[in-house]
Every structure is written in C-alpha cells, then in structure tokens.
C-alpha cells in the first residue's frame, strides 16, 4: 500500500543552526500538507504544496515539493527555541487518501 | 476560528470496558475523521466520515468502530477496550475535499490497564 516515509526521526540541533526533514512517498501525491505539534499539543497545519516542482516561504521556513511530486521538504534556516516540536507531513494520494508521516522530532539546545 | 473538541483530555479504562470518545466541531464541515497517534509511527487513520450516517474504515479500523448522528460530532468506539489501544487519540474536521487544512482536537490519551 502507499507509504510515506519521513527522517529523520529526531534531530536535535544547536539553536540557530539549519534544520530539514524529508518525506519520500511510494507513490505520486496529489498534494502535500505539513503540520506542526507543539509538544503536548495538537497538529496545526502549516502549508501545502499542489504544483510539481513548487516552493513555498514561511520566514524561515521553506518547503518544496519534488519535481515528480513524490517528495518534499521542510528547511528551517537558523533555528529559534520556538522551532521545537514535531513536524509532519501529509501526502494526498489520486485517490484522495491522506498518509501521514511518521514525524520528525526538532530538539533546540539554546 | 474553528474549534474542534473532544471529550476528555486524559482517559483510564480497564481492559474489556466499552470506551467512547467524542468530537465535535463548531464550524459545520462535512468531513471528520478520527487517528491514533504513537510514538515512531506518527498519525494513523482509524475511520472518518464525510456526512452524516457515512463512515469509512482508514488504515488500522480493527477494534474500533464509530458513530455519527449529527453533522457536528463523531464519536469513535472501543467495543472492548485492550492494552494494545493505548495510545493519543486525535480526531479532526476538514471543510472539503482533500486540498483543504484539517483542524485537529486536542486529543485524548486513553490508557488501557
């Protein structure tokens, strides 16, 4: 069945050093969404990618879809201590079912 | 602003108990839709519904079925609640089809002694 694959896992960086997280899926997406959770939070939708090959800017934060709408990235320049949480991504497939990734933990050491 | 609640923020339920956990959401969206989330595996889908009276099974459905009876609430059940459904239940709400945000309750951890 479709999968989508997301690392790393965890990521722990120094505060202001650069973060990414990737998700790679088996099959073409329609569209892709990524969410934040704030630790003892909720997800909170952040943005979503539809064009092949589109990237997209939240101040520091800069996502991409893949030319063959099979993967994406989030790129965070300069982490801030309100960067912590998990990030996840969420892949639409044809048949307008959602496969969310497995989440990629952001530690900040300030 | 849309708000999506749930029922209960923490839940302890003995093993073989019948569980319900509730959802509701006051934005008047036709789909909802209920995951379990654990650690390593991120969110996975149980069941949603996009109107009322219609449901459909997600990834992991076995164990669990679900209500809805009014637009605005959906209600996800343990029939017989085990160990193995411990674990942060999230529902969310989703004004359209696939390109919109969905909207996510504060979750419930259920624990299953």
């Known amino acids: 069945g479709q999968q989508v694959m997301q690392i790393p896992q965890y990521q722990h960086v120094q505060e202001g050093e650069d973060f990414t997280t990737y998700c790679n899926s088996s099959t073409t997406l329609s569209n892709i969404q990524w969410y934040k959770q704030r630790p003892g939070g909720h997800p909170v939708f952040l943005i979503q990618l539809v064009k092949s090959g589109e990237v997209k800017k939240q101040k520091r934060l800069t996502f991409q879809f893949g030319e063959a709408k099979k993967n994406s990235s989030l790129h965070i320049t300069a982490t801030q201590t309100t960067d912590v949480g998990t990030y996840f991504c969420?892949?639409?497939?044809?048949?307008?079912?959602?496969?969310f990734g497995s989440g990629t933990r952001l530690s900040i050491r300030p | 602003d849309v708000k999506v609640t749930q029922s209960s923020r923490y839940l302890v339920k003995r093993t073989g108990e019948k569980v319900f956990l509730e959802c509701v959401q006051d934005?008047?969206?036709?789909?909802m839709f209920w995951y379990r989330q654990d650690p390593g595996l991120g969110l996975r889908l149980i069941y949603f519904?996009?109107?009322?009276?219609?449901?459909e099974k997600g990834d992991i459905p076995e164990g669990y079925s679900v209500s809805r009876e009014k637009k605005e609430r959906f209600s996800l059940i343990l029939e017989s609640a085990s160990t193995n459904q411990t674990s942060m239940y999230l529902c969310a709400s989703i004004s359209g089809g696939t390109f919109y945000e969905q909207y996510f309750g504060p979750g419930t951890r259920l624990t299953v002694t």
């Open positions: 969420a892949g639409y497939s044809s048949a307008s079912k959602i496969i």
């Open positions: 519904s996009y109107d009322v009276k219609m449901k």
């Open positions: 934005m008047d969206h036709e789909n």
